[in-house]
Nanobody, 129 residues
Framework: EVRLEESGGGFVQAGGSLRLSCAASGVAFDVYNIGWFRQSPGKEREGISFISSAGGSKYYADSVKGRFTISSDNAKNTVYLQMNNLKPEDTAVYFC??????????????????????WGQGTEVTVSS
């Protein structure tokens, strides 16, 4: 069974940090690009960071570059998203995602969410000003 399960969301003040975790089962990290989307009320789901299945390169949306860091622990089949210097506009539901067909750099662009094969259930992040 393919499954992604997020944890680590919560409430934080602007400037603070959170670390999200995504525990993956049935998802081979050398087959699937794995990473994170987020969705704020009234907005489309936005790809924010992915690790490539081919070599582990990391990609970030411009909106989070320099503040968020994605990493993985292959032994634990877990992907992390360290979020620093959080802003109120980072408030969203964050979804872990896995996709084997679309190249990782494209997953942080446009409406790539339409092509994602596997989704987690989401974890909510609220950043107060």
């Amino acid at each position: 069974e393919v499954r992604l399960e997020e944890s680590g969301g919560g409430f934080v003040q602007a400037g603070g940090s959170l670390r999200l975790s995504c525990a993956a089962s049935g998802v081979a990290f050398d087959v699937y690009n794995i990473g994170w989307f987020r969705q704020s009320p009234g907005k489309e789901r936005e790809g924010i960071s992915f690790i490539s299945s081919a070599g582990g390169s990391k990609y970030y949306a411009d909106s989070v570059k320099g503040r968020f860091t994605i990493s993985s622990d292959n032994a634990k089949n877990t992907v992390y998203l360290q979020m620093n210097n959080l802003k109120p506009e980072d408030t969203a539901v964050y979804f872990c995602a896995a996709e084997s067909r679309v190249p990782a750099p494209l997953l942080v662009l446009g409406d790539s969410y339409r092509h994602v094969e596997v989704w987690g259930q989401g974890t909510e992040v609220t950043v107060s000003s």
